[in-house]
């Protein structure tokens, strides 16, 4: 099977910006950023087209005191990358209870307003619905104030939502639980595992530098943030089992806080050069300080323009 996409330009330097400047709000030198971006083997010329790119998204706000130029998160996308970083990091720390009821949303989208209903599809399963019939969604659980707020904001012109539901008889293959695919998705966390289990054994062997440390800690947050897209987050009795998230989820923490002083120190290596009053703030936050931080995750991740 294929693993998760490896990401573009731009979403590494949102990633790279919202982990390991968070709360810093200066404005950042673009020369800098072009270095730091070479630093994942993306081009010069590569690193100024995602910045500008990032830039005309709305995600960057842009300054030029003089001859150079300078850029910084914007507002709503720094708000939104925290969010995004506690649902990241967060992910797995806890486990869903259920009722044993559903939610379940119906509708109804014309065939000429395709667009439309790709639209709908892609939200409801950003926040962990699945279809189990054309036009029927269901999710384990109530219905979250955020997923209330996000449907109506589609204006859907004929839907239904239905919550705590309980599921009277089912005839055939139509048991909602069936809805949830979810042996790709086990194969994931399993090559997850494996493929970070050599890197954990030279980190607790004090094997790798700081430069490496950079690269590793993005790496494992990349590939990591694929499963709070894609796990439905099933409970207990309708998942299968074993699972394999705690296990992986181990492994993730492992590493992105075992690698966090390295990583920022190569960080401040690099900003010395272009910015050396801003290298003391990196200070990227660790696993236990971002849960500390008590930020509502709304679930949407990258649906909403930023990674």
């Known amino acids: 099977m294929s693993s998760p996409p490896q990401p573009s330009s731009q979403n590494l330097l949102i990633t790279l910006l919202g982990t390991y400047f968070y709360g810093q709000r200066a404005p ?6 072009v270095r730091l971006l070479q630093e994942f083997d ?12 990032v830039a005309k998204r709305g995600l960057l706000e842009v ?23 506690s649902e990241i990091v967060n992910f797995g720390d806890t486990e869903p209870g259920w009722d044993g009821t559903w939610t379940m949303v119906l509708f109804s989208v014309a065939e000429k307003d395709r667009a439309q209903r790709h639209l709908v599809r892609h939200r409801l399963a950003s926040m962990r619905f699945a279809m189990l019939y054309d036009g029927v969604w269901v999710k384990p659980g109530a219905l979250p104030e955020h997923a209330a707020a996000a449907l109506k904001i589609l ?42 289990a050599p890197l954990k054994q030279r980190m607790e062997a004090g094997e790798i530098g700081a430069a490496d440390a950079l690269l590793q800690r993005t790496s494992v947050m990349d590939r990591w ?33 075992g690698l966090a002083e390295l ?6 290596s690099l900003l010395t050069e272009f910015a050396p009053d801003l290298a003391d703030d990196v200070r990227s936050p660790t696993s236990a300080q971002i849960a500390g931080m008590n930020i509502p995750a709304k679930g949407m991740g990258p649906l909403t323009g930023m990674p």
Not at 44 to 53: D, F, T
Not at 263 to 268: F, T
């Open 42 to 53: 993306v081009t010069e010329v590569g690193a100024r087209n995602g910045l500008s790119r």
């Open 155 to 196: 204006e859907l012109q004929k839907a239904t939502v239905l919550t705590h539901a309980d599921v009277a008889s089912v005839f055939g293959s139509g048991d909602p639980v069936h809805a949830f695919s979810t042996e790709k998705l086990r194969e994931h966390y399993e090559e997850f595992v494996a493929d970070f």
């Open 63 to 85: 300054s030029k005191p003089g001859r150079n130029t300078f850029y910084r998160l914007s507002d709503d996308a720094h708000d939104h990358h925290a969010e995004r970083l």
């Open 225 to 257: 943030r694929y499963f709070p897209d894609h796990d439905p987050a099933l409970p207990k009795g309708i998942r299968p089992e074993p699972w394999p998230l705690e296990q992986a989820r181990k492994m993730f923490i492992s590493i992105y806080d």
């Open 28 to 33: 950042i030198p673009s020369a800098f950023l």
């Open 263 to 268: 990583a920022d120190m190569r960080l401040r």
